[in-house]
């Protein structure tokens, strides 16, 4: 299937899925810590690939905000409280792919930025 805005769009994660367990056999699911954001903000269309860390007692979510012309990058929520999903408070983009040999026209053409993985977590 090609990589088409079309088809970015028709499978788009707009939320994060959130819950917790103390057996990994029985789940509840918890209200949802973080949607896509509104129109015109760099998560606008979707969010996705979280990866969460704990530096001092606060919760760092990295995750892959997707704007309409499916333009990524990377994005941060903190919580001083992961438990309570409303804890969680958008802190906006902390990465563009605008580096030296990157490809990155702006955030009105497609790139790629995902999936954060922090050395040490």
């Given at each position: 299937m090609p990589h088409t805005p079309e088809h970015c769009r028709s499978t788009?994660?707009?939320?994060?899925?959130?819950?917790?367990?103390?057996?990994?056999?029985?789940w509840e699911e918890l209200a949802t810590p973080?949607?896509?954001?509104?129109?015109?903000?760099?998560?606008?269309?979707?969010?996705?690939?979280?990866?969460?860390?704990?530096?001092?007692g606060i919760f760092y979510m990295y995750y892959t905000g997707v704007n309409n012309q499916i333009a990524q990058t990377i994005m941060l929520?903190?919580?001083?409280?992961?438990a309570e999903p409303a804890?969680?408070?958008?802190?906006?983009?902390i990465f563009t792919p605008d580096h030296p040999d990157a490809f990155y026209p702006g955030p009105d053409y497609w790139s790629d930025c995902r999936d954060i993985e922090l050395p040490g977590s």
């Open positions: 788009a994660q707009r939320r994060v899925a959130y819950a917790r367990t103390r057996d990994f056999c029985t973080l949607e896509h954001g509104k129109p015109g903000e760099p998560d606008e269309w979707e969010i996705w690939a979280p990866h969460v860390i704990e530096r001092d929520a903190t919580s001083t409280n992961p804890n969680w408070q958008k802190e906006g983009v």
